[in-house]
């Protein structure tokens, strides 16, 4: 019986700030799907901080969060399977063999906790849907 080497896809999510939406994604890839995704994010005006509404989003499913914001100078010399545009309208880098997805997803900063919590279930749907 031969034993199939399970392969896990290098995936980099982009956002302008890179403080909520791909926060959430590295976040929910990293520590749910940590046996299929190794991930990572970027943005191309990354802030200073991660979003407090994202920190505590990811709470509420049980994920403690430990990234900060990052540009895409900070990622550039990874190779990735994947790069996903989270709405913003941030270009994605050209990495070659990467397949590309643009994901449109709503920026939650503004929202209640309610909403906010829709938006990262939504992010992690299409984790779920897109990438494993």
């Not at 970027?42 to 509404?53: D, I, L, Q």
């Not at 994920?63 to 545009?85: A, L, T």
């Not at 063999?97 to 299409?126: H, Q, S, Y």
């Amino acid at each position: 019986m031969s034993v199939k080497k399970m392969m896990i896809k290098n995936v980099l999510f982009i956002c302008v700030e890179n403080a909520c939406r791909s926060q959430l994604a590295e976040s929910i890839s990293n520590q749910l799907f940590s046996n299929k995704l190794r991930a990572f994010s970027a943005g191309s005006k990354p802030t200073r901080k991660v979003n407090p509404k994202t920190i505590s989003s990811l709470k509420r499913i049980g994920i403690n969060h430990f990234g900060y914001p990052k540009g895409i100078r900070d990622v550039e010399n990874e190779s990735y399977d994947c790069v996903v545009g989270m709405g913003c309208g941030d270009t994605c880098p050209a990495i070659p063999g990467a397949k590309k997805f643009e994901w449109d997803i709503p920026d939650p900063k503004l929202l209640n906790n309610e909403e906010f919590d829709k938006v990262r279930d939504l992010i992690k749907k299409k984790i779920i849907l897109d990438l494993i």
